[in-house]
């Protein structure tokens, strides 16, 4: 089914940029465009149950503040009445931030998270928290005692949302909200991103504060933008990055407007193909989505080449083990109590990070240091590498192994603090989404913006809607 948003009349409909110069144009209402969604959402949430908490009323009183502005002439942006939904880790003063735990469903926030405070400064209306996998420690996007969402591309089986962020992957698919923000340790905007067909951004560390998010791995914790296109997912990294003096990571990193160079093209750029030893275990819908996207890319003017790797993508458990180590570090002690009812996956991979010593822990670092260093050098001359985000589409949840991670092409972009950006290439025979991943160096994610806007204006995979 088409998404033939130019002739909606249904603001639910439009993606966040159209969204956004309608209401700045005036002919569309911040009250409008916050009722259609809030209509949508109660229509729809019992069932898929994307969010946490809903702010109708205070998304309303925004809306109605937001219209007096722009109507007597004090709109403070291009975005101002744009409604936005954030992961269940980012915090809001006075707001329950439960990180995907129903231990935490009464901790209330003491401040707003830098990232949310730049949003609101931008007039954008909060519309709620979305679920996320407890401690955000997951990939497919299961939460036992919060809810798991229901991935909307297929009503008639529960299938995996993506994860962590499951809950702002749903709402975006849905048209519950036109973007919303994510955050990703290993994939956890990627694999979301693959699984509900939308664009996800996966930004390098630095570029985006974390400070009053909830933390995983402070060593690979990123947030970043989910949306419906390329388009708005630039736009609302423009908004959420930049140095803030609460994260020491973004200290020295100036902000990067990718939105000059986003129409540019890829004539004259170089891409990678992934190996065709990686191409084992990866689906043959996949594979097909993943082939003819290079060959989009090619047609417009891209030089895609082979490159050869310093290693194999299923090699690359340093990731796991950082993660584990950080993760335990802060929610061990959770962990530990069996006393308090966790996800008993989650708490397995927690309780993973006690065998961790520091002796590994620094030698794993030290490898993620050369890992870097070789990797850049295998990518020299090349401006980004392209693979598949997934190794399948959503899989079934009666089907999903826990001791299993889906995230075999997205962690090696954490672990090398590379960007990397997921939008759709395809569809399967059954009407699931299809995914490729475009990874870059570090800092530039102007380029992995600028390839996947030239592949979207030549294809309409990011136009379809599940039918809902």
């Given at each position: 089914?088409?998404?033939?948003?130019?002739?909606?009349?249904?603001?639910?409909?439009?993606?966040?940029?159209?969204?956004?110069?309608?209401?700045?144009?005036?002919?569309?209402?911040?009250?409008?465009?916050?009722?259609?969604?809030?209509?949508?959402?109660?229509?729809?949430?019992?069932?898929?149950?994307?969010?946490?908490?809903?702010?109708?009323?205070d998304a309303r009183l925004a809306a109605e503040g937001a219209d007096r502005a722009i109507r007597s002439g004090h709109a403070v942006g291009p975005l101002h009445g744009v409604p936005v939904a954030l992961k269940d880790l980012i915090d809001l003063e006075g707001r329950v931030t439960t990180g995907g735990s129903a231990h935490f469903r009464?901790?209330?926030?003491?401040?707003?998270?830098?990232?949310?405070?730049?949003?609101?400064?931008?007039?954008?209306?909060?519309?709620?928290?979305?679920?996320?996998?407890?401690?955000?420690?997951?990939?497919?996007?299961?939460?036992?005692?919060?809810?798991?969402?229901?991935?909307?591309?297929?009503?008639?089986h529960p299938r995996t949302p993506g994860g962590s962020s499951s809950g702002s992957g749903v709402?975006?698919?849905?048209?519950?909200?036109?973007?919303?923000?994510?955050?990703?340790?290993?994939?956890?905007?990627?694999?979301?991103?693959?699984?509900?067909?939308?664009?996800?951004?996966?930004?390098?560390?630095?570029?985006?504060?974390?400070?009053?998010?909830?933390?995983?791995?402070?060593?690979?914790?990123?947030?970043?933008?989910?949306?419906?296109?390329?388009?708005?997912?630039?736009?609302?990294?423009?908004?959420?990055?930049?140095?803030?003096?609460?994260?020491?990571?973004?200290?020295?990193i100036e902000p990067l407007d990718p939105l000059p160079t986003l129409h540019r093209g890829v004539r004259g750029l170089r891409l990678g193909r992934m190996p065709a030893a990686e191409r084992a275990g990866v689906c043959d819908e996949m594979l097909a989505a993943y082939d003819g996207a290079?060959?989009?890319?090619?047609?417009?003017?891209?030089?895609?080449?082979?490159?050869?790797?310093?290693?194999?993508?299923?090699?690359?458990?340093?990731?796991?083990?950082?993660?584990?180590?950080?993760?335990?570090?802060?929610?061990?002690a959770l962990s530990e109590d069996r006393s308090l009812s966790l996800d008993e996956d989650v708490r397995?991979?927690?309780?993973?990070?006690?065998?961790?010593?520091?002796?590994?822990?620094?030698?794993?670092?030290?490898?993620?240091?050369?890992?870097?260093?070789?990797?850049a050098q295998a990518m020299e001359g090349i401006d980004a590498l392209l693979t598949p985000t997934t190794e399948t589409a959503a899989i079934r949840l009666d089907a999903v192994d826990q001791a299993v991670v889906p995230s075999r092409f997205t962690r090696f972009g954490n672990l090398l603090e590379l960007c990397a950006l997921a939008l759709p290439d395809g569809f399967t025979a059954g009407g699931l989404p299809l995914s490729l991943q475009i990874a870059c160096r570090g800092y530039d994610e102007a380029t992995a913006l600028r390839i996947g806007q030239a592949y979207q204006q030549a294809t309409e995979w990011h136009l379809r809607a599940p039918e809902l």
């Open positions: 089914m088409t998404d033939a948003f130019a002739h909606d009349t249904d603001p639910a409909l439009l993606p966040a940029r159209p969204l956004a110069r309608a209401i700045a144009e005036r002919r569309l209402s911040p009250v409008d465009a916050v009722e259609a969604l809030l209509a949508r959402i109660g229509r729809l949430e019992p069932r898929l149950r994307a969010f946490v908490e809903v702010y109708a009323d009464a901790r209330r926030a003491a401040r707003t998270a830098t990232i949310a405070r730049r949003l609101i400064a931008q007039g954008m209306i909060v519309l709620g928290k979305t679920h996320t996998v407890e401690f955000a420690l997951g990939g497919w996007g299961t939460n036992q005692h919060m809810g798991t969402p229901w991935n909307p591309w297929d009503l008639a709402a975006v698919a849905a048209r519950m909200a036109p973007w919303a923000i994510g955050t990703d340790t290993g994939g956890s905007v990627r694999l979301p991103a693959s699984f509900c067909g939308l664009t996800g951004l996966k930004v390098t560390i630095g570029r985006v504060s974390t400070a009053g998010i909830v933390p995983l791995s402070s060593t690979l914790d990123t947030p970043g933008p989910m949306a419906r296109t390329v388009e708005d997912a630039a736009l609302l990294y423009t908004i959420l990055s930049g140095p803030d003096p609460l994260d020491p990571n973004t200290r020295g290079l060959a989009v890319l090619e047609r417009l003017g891209a030089e895609v080449v082979d490159v050869a790797l310093p290693f194999r993508f299923v090699d690359l458990v340093a990731a796991s083990a950082i993660v584990q180590a950080e993760s335990y570090f802060f929610n061990g397995l991979r927690t309780l993973a990070g006690a065998g961790v010593t520091a002796q590994e822990y620094l030698r794993t670092r030290r490898m993620q240091q050369e890992m870097k260093a070789a990797f």
